[in-house]
């Protein structure tokens, strides 16, 4: 069957990967939403605040495997509160050592990305720590930074982004790589790129337009809009969107509650699903049928599919064991 994927994969049309992965500094620009004008604050990876107190390279990002009834969801936790989750060197090793973990750990049947800092998901690239770079340093950075996000897209279990804070730029394209997205009302969404005379470079051009569709795309990126969650939700950049709570979690917790709904499921099937779906969004109807069917023969010969066969029988939950 790996034989039949791999010649498969030549139906595969040649994705164009976006270059970069940026964050604005502090700067204000102008932003129209349904007819309203507001200001527009990116955040800087410069000045943290003398209040905040050192923190443990170690302790900038976590992976927790959740236990219980909640067994089978990991928490990925960007926590670089210094610096609003600008993606370091440090950040980002975290990142993808936090992957490969997920990548061969079957235990695992779905992901949640959040950010643990107040008001931000993710300031996109850290530009403070890329000024001390050579430029050889700032090419291999930008290419292993361009790998993190390509790494995430492809985890082969399914991903949801919990949107409890500002996402603009390259915060959202980092976003944009996960299977579904949550956001709370007051999040700050866009790719903001052009007010900036640059394009989104992590992604967000290719992205956004197989989420949206390219109209769509185009009006977000030419009028570099910022929405909140609910003008997300509409514009359907998020999938679901919760009213903000004093806790500022109400995304995380609306990512939860979507995760413990695909937690029941088939392990093997949900990852059959997002690699077809993923293959078959690159190509013609024609060849994107057959992915699936290259697909589903992987789980025909499951114990699961067996499993769910006879709960059914038995008017029973089924009790999958990824294999």
């Not at 009834?69 to 993808?96: C, D, P």
């Not at 929405?227 to 998020?238: K, P, T």
Request: charged fraction near 25%.
């Amino acid at each position: 069957m790996a034989a039949t994927i791999q010649c498969l994969g030549s139906l595969r049309s040649i994705s164009s990967i976006a270059c970069g992965f940026r964050t604005a500094c502090t700067i204000m620009c102008q932003s129209r939403a349904t007819n309203r004008s507001r200001s527009i604050y990116y955040f800087s990876t410069s000045a943290p605040s003398s209040q905040q107190q050192e923190q443990s390279p170690d302790d900038e990002f976590s992976l927790s495997l959740l236990d219980g009834a909640k067994e089978g969801i990991a928490v990925m936790s960007m926590r670089r509160f210094r610096y609003k989750n600008a993606m370091g060197k440090n950040l980002i090793q975290k990142f993808l050592d936090s992957m490969e973990e997920v990548k061969f750990n079957n235990k695992i049947r779905v992901v949640v990305l959040r950010s643990e800092v107040p008001g931000v998901f993710c300031a996109g690239a850290d530009l403070k720590e890329r000024l001390k770079m050579s430029p050889q340093e700032v090419g291999a950075f930008l290419s292993k930074l361009r790998l993190s996000v390509t790494e995430f897209h492809n985890l082969p279990v399914p991903t949801i982004a919990a949107l409890d804070g500002s996402a603009l730029g390259g915060g959202l394209e980092l976003a944009l790589a996960c299977d579904l997205r949550t956001a709370a009302s007051n999040a700050k969404i866009g790719l903001v790129e052009t007010g900036l005379a640059i394009i989104p470079g992590g992604g967000g051009t290719q992205r956004l337009p197989r989420i949206v569709g390219p109209s769509k795309a185009k009006e977000l990126i030419f009028t570099s809009r910022v929405m909140d969650g609910w003008q997300a939700l509409e514009m359907g950049v998020v999938n679901h969107c919760a009213e903000q709570n004093d806790a500022g979690d109400a995304a995380y917790l609306q990512a939860m509650k979507l995760a413990e709904e695909i937690l029941p499921n088939g392990p093997v099937a949900l990852r059959m699903a997002k690699a077809a779906i993923n293959r078959g969004v690159e190509v013609e109807l024609e060849s994107g049928m057959r992915f699936e069917e290259a697909y589903y023969a992987q789980v025909i010969p499951t114990k699961d599919r067996m499993e769910g066969l006879l709960a059914f029988k038995e008017k029973r939950k089924p009790k999958y064991q990824g294999h």
